[in-house]
């Protein structure tokens, strides 16, 4: 296994390089990090049209306790949605979650509200509410029409979360643990503001937007390089950045609204996803097999980037780092 080439600020990976919990190792004897083998097996997964297990087996609770359901409905009752509404859940990754300070530590995956207003604007005038999950320390939203703030509700609770992420038209998220809920209970998800080192296990009707990474001089890194051993591990945290001469943009507001679009359009029976012309070139530059687990970049993504996005780089040389 390849460590981080940047000197000793990947000692915050440490922890998990050292540990066997994420070391996975086939019955052949190679091994991998555990992320980068999920991403792997929810491709594999899915490409076999497997159902989605943990989905079945909450399902299957809820059904024989159907508490949780009487209460989401008191709740809707209250925000004044009818019982046939539907709703998008949405969340924003930041400082709250870990009780991070903006621009140290792991705070680099960390979004800013004011670039999701046009794509929250978009999903209420179709028709669809958003509810807005998270820590209760999070940042307001402004008072928007069919936009409720729950994250900051006194009467919020992580089983309540679960109920409305599985009833979810569509689940807006980043790179964070709760993304994985939408991707266990098989929700079509925007991806926005995304970045990784590690395997991302992220389901087939998944389009995301990275966040976007450039050098000192200001080149954008390739696909190729961000999913390269020589690039990823600079990605964890502001700290490691700042010594590999990095810079991350966070997704324009364009780039949030148009991942939305597409990934409703996704959720709406004879309304398919834009197929991009860039998705071959897009496949053959992930240097990491299943990196992204089943998901595809946004065709606005990739039409926006795809001529420097998609550069090839020299595999070898990344290799020998």
Known sequence: MCLPPF??????????????????????????????????????????DRNYPLREIYDRRTAANDGVVEKLAVLKRKWRMSPNDWHVCLHMRDGGARGEKDGFGESIRN?????????????TEQGGWIIRMGAPTVPALPKME???????????????????????????????GFAYVASSFGIPTAMVNALSSVGLI???????????????????????EVTSEKWRWAFPTHESLADAGLTVEENSADEILETVRETLALTFAGSPAP????????????????????AVPSAYFLEKYGKDFLQKTDAKADASV
Not at 111 to 123: F, G, H, K, N, P
Not at 146 to 172: C, K, N
Not at 286 to 292: A, E, K, N
């Open 7 to 48: 000197g000793l600020n990947w000692r915050p990976l440490s922890l998990f390089l050292a540990s066997s919990h994420q070391i996975f190792q086939f019955n052949d004897g190679r091994s991998m990090y555990w992320n980068d083998a999920g991403g792997m097996a929810i491709a594999k997964w899915e490409a076999e």
């Open 202 to 224: 992220w389901s087939k009707d998944t389009r995301f937007a990275l966040k976007l990474v450039r050098t000192k001089e200001g080149r954008l890194l390739t696909q190729s």
């Open 146 to 176: 069919r936009v409720i703030d729950y994250a900051r509700q006194s009467d919020r609770s992580p089983g309540d979360g679960y109920y409305l992420m599985r009833t979810a038209r569509m689940f807006i998220g980043t790179t964070s």
């Open 111 to 123: 979004t800013t509200v004011e670039s999701y207003l046009d794509a929250i604007r978009y999903v």
């Open 275 to 294: 197929a991009s012309p860039w998705l071959e070139a897009w496949h053959r530059s992930v240097t990491i097999p299943g990196f992204y687990g089943s």
